[in-house]
Structures are given as C-alpha cells and as structure tokens.
C-alpha cells in the first residue's frame, strides 16, 4: 500500500479535512499527518512515504526549508514533493519551490481531481525511479562481484604465471619460442645457461645466424624450423662464447602461428659414445 504523508500546518481542521479528503478519493493509500514541518520531517524519515503534500505556510519552518531539508537528506530525497499554498501563488514562489526540490505545485483552494491526478503521478513516478535505482542497485552489485572474482581471477592468473615460469626456468631442458621468421621472443635459463645469449640479446639480432654461423647448415635449421615437427632432430649450435653445443630439438606449433622449441644437450653423451668407440 502507498503511503501519502500531509504535514500542512497547524490548523487540525484543515489537516483533518485534508486526510478525509485522500482517504476518500484515494482509499487503497494510507494516509499519514504532522502538524509541522519538524514532525513531517522526523515521519518522513521514519515512515518513508510514497509521495509527501507540503503546505508553504507552516509554523516553526516554512514548507521551502522543509523541502529543503527533505530533498538534501539521503533517506528521503527520492520522495516526491507536491507543494500546496493559498498565498504564494506567484511564478517566483512556484519558481523557488521547484529549484529546491519540489515535484509539483498546487494553489489553495483545492481542485480534487487535480490533487488526484497530481498524486497518482507523483506514486507513477516514485514507482519507475524506486525500480530505476533497484536495477542500478543490482547492477552495481553484479559489477562489484564481478570486479572482485576478475581481481581474484587475476591474482590467481599473476601466480600461475609465476609458477610456470619458475618451472620453466628450472627444468633442466632448453625452450625457445620464435616467430614464423624464426626470431627468438623468449629462451628460458637452461638455453641461457647452455648457449650464453640472452631473451632481451637475441631480440636485436639474427639468432639463427649466431647460432649456426655456416650458411648451409642455417638452410637446414630453418627448413626444419619451419615444418613445426615433433620428430627429433640433432643439431650442433654455436654458443656465444664459441663453443659447440651438441642438442636434440622437437618443435611444438601454438595457435598464435609461433612455435616452441624444446632441445636437449646430448653433447656429453655424444662424448661419452665416441669415447667408447
């Protein structure tokens, strides 16, 4: 039930008039009265009505500063406000009583079905801005669940990425992953470690050349490269400080179009073989 709250003044008769007359025309509403602007603002707080009639001439504050009052505090500013005077009719009194707050302004004497149809405006529109804000309410809410499980997801995501890197780093088997072109994007600390170049070295010069310094033995490197295979191959890589690194590659296509690389040293082994022989 809609709740209509009339402080007009101190007079009783004409606030009891006043309350007959809602009640009469408007029984599916429940009617509440103050006989000052102080005691509509203390029910206006407490009851939270639905619409409140507002009489300009009041004793202890004027219906403007009540207004006033209603429409900067949180709990009661979405209420709507019908002003209703019997002196003030003027455009600048209907003027002041708009800028502060009001929704609508009635002239004493009464037309009843004019404060009927001003109310149940007042209820149409008090209803879509309470569904307004309801909804806004909620999205806010989905919008700050959602931000904390994307913050959450995200540091979830910053640690998995941690850890991936820490076992990629740690695995005691060289990685790379290049471009199409065959450019190095990244080589983790095994290939660092085995080779002597660097991720942030090989991203400004010609890896593959460095690496496979023979023209010929490049092509070869290249055409394997290129067919993303998983079979084994053994190469003999040049490392920075000149040494030859005997290694066996495997290569790993991603959907981004680049590759990883995956390459065991089998230089000791290759060793240890010729030793025996």
Known sequence: M????????????????????????????????AQSGVEGIEKAGSELPDVILLDIKMPDMDGF??????????????????????????????????EIGADAFLAKPIDQYELVSQVKVALRIKKAEDALRAEKDSLDRLVEERTAELRESKENLEKERELFKTIVDQIPVMLTRYDPHANMLFLNREFERKIGWRTEEVQNIDMMEKVYPDPEYRKKAYEYMQKATTEWRAFHATSK?????????SNIRLEDGTQIGIGIDITERKQAEEALR
Do not use: F, Y
């Open 2 to 33: 809609s709740k209509i709250l009339l402080p007009i003044d101190d007079r009783m008769d004409n606030l009891m008039s006043l309350s007959a007359l809602m009640n009469n025309l408007m029984p599916d509403c429940a009617v509440i009265t």
């Open 241 to 249: 400080s000149g040494d030859i690194i005997k290694s066996e590659w």
């Open 65 to 98: 500063e009540t207004c006033r009052r209603l429409k900067s505090d949180e709990s009661t500013k979405h209420i709507p406000v019908i002003m209703i005077t019997a002196i003030k009719t003027d455009p600048q009194s209907r003027i002041k009583g708009l």
